[in-house]
């Protein structure tokens, strides 16, 4: 079989969940073709990095505009919004141009643009390949949901029940978490270390506080040793490291994160999707920055219903407080690492692999449970 992984870098969770999946069934099933393809290169071949370059900027720097996009796409109630309708036919067809020359059995979308238009493509031509849909975030909007999708792969089971209320048949739903990397796994024993290991993240972007008020402030906590990783916010980076000492490190991208979170004590980030399930699979408390985006503050409430995380609360001059109290009170560290372990067995992680054996005729079809 020929299966075909659609993805997007429009938020590196997106790309990430991508990548999972198809290392996990190049890993399980390497007699099968698996393609891992990025949507915005495929449409535009010579401008996609451009296009990349120019959400990173608006992410940086416009983050209101995001978020009212956000709530738009989240509010709208039937199709898409204005802003996709446009250019909708465009990249139809050239979706539908790639779909038509590759033949696939089987295409997976991490993507919610890129699901609606493999929906579209396949009432248009008729095509019979099945569809998954690998949901990113807790949190779900219509562009999600599409006639034809035989699987839908839920982060939790909030996102399960949001999508039965919006008339979702049970059967095609897997709550699976979001796909992460196997490398992210709970350490064996923090050891008899006196000195804690907090990790900030701020996402693949490195949206982390500029203050550098709030790193010194962290400096002066006693017997902790701090991790900000900057990623791809250089000015950020290059701001920072003049604070850089034997307790605070300051880096740039880094291709070790599965290491630094199974070295860490707690990590300190936005409730991004995948940053989120990547500490939860690695059993690291997680402590949130106050959410902003629309969809990481159902991120946030959702793990903090579920206690799985703490968030910090009021004026950015208290976050050094709080995060020192939360680092040493082992009971409330202790308890998020339990609800992680149990979170993290209730999820159904063969949810795609069976669906393809299924389609092998190698077991049963998957059956509502």
């Not at 993290?344 to 005729?361: N, P, Q, R, T, Y």
Request: proline share 5%; hydrophobic share 40%; glycine share 8%.
């Amino acid at each position: 079989m020929k299966i075909i992984v659609l993805t997007s870098k429009f938020g590196m969770g997106h790309y990430s969940a991508a990548c999972t999946l198809a290392q996990q069934i190049q890993r399980e099933a390497p007699h099968h073709q698996t393609l891992l393809v990025d949507f915005y290169q495929l449409a535009f071949p010579q401008h996609y990095q451009t296009i990349y370059h120019s959400y990173t900027k608006l992410m940086l720097h416009g983050g209101k505009i995001v978020n009212s996009a956000n709530r738009n796409i989240t509010n709208e109630h039937q199709g898409l919004p204005r802003a996709l309708k446009l250019p909708e036919q465009f990249f139809l067809h050239r979706l539908g141009t790639y779909l038509a020359q590759e033949r696939p059995d089987i295409v997976i979308t991490t993507y919610s643009f890129a699901s609606y238009l493999v929906a579209a493509y396949q009432r248009s031509s008729g095509a019979s390949f099945s569809h998954i849909t690998c949901i990113t975030d807790v949190g779900i909007h219509n562009i999600w949901i599409n006639p034809g999708t035989e699987l839908y792969l839920a982060a939790c089971a909030d996102t399960k029940r949001a999508l039965l209320e919006r008339g979702v048949n049970a059967a095609a739903v897997a709550v699976s978490g979001i796909p992460v990397d196997p490398a992210f796994r709970p350490r064996h024993s923090a050891g008899s270390r006196t000195t804690k290991e907090l990790l900030i993240m701020g996402g693949g972007l490195g949206m982390l506080p500029e203050a550098k008020s709030f790193y010194r402030a962290l400096g002066e906590i006693p017997q902790l040793h701090t991790t900000v990783v900057c990623a791809k916010n250089s000015k950020l980076q290059e701001r920072l490291s003049a604070l850089a000492s034997s307790r605070l490190t300051v880096t740039g991208c880094i291709d070790d994160v599965p290491q630094r979170m199974a070295a860490a004590d707690l990590l300190l980030t936005k409730p991004g999707g995948i940053s989120s399930f990547e500490a939860i699979r690695s059993e690291l408390p997680l402590l949130f920055f106050p959410p902003v985006l629309e969809q990481e503050i159902k991120n946030c409430n959702f793990m903090l219903r579920n206690g799985l995380a703490k968030c910090l609360s009021g004026g950015l001059a208290g976050y050094a407080g709080q995060i020192e109290f939360l680092l040493h009170n082992e009971l409330r560290l202790a308890d998020i690492r339990h609800a992680m372990h149990l979170f993290c067995k209730s999820l159904d992680s063969d949810a795609v692999m069976e669906f393809i054996m299924a389609k092998e005729g190698r077991m049963p079809e998957r059956r509502a449970g």
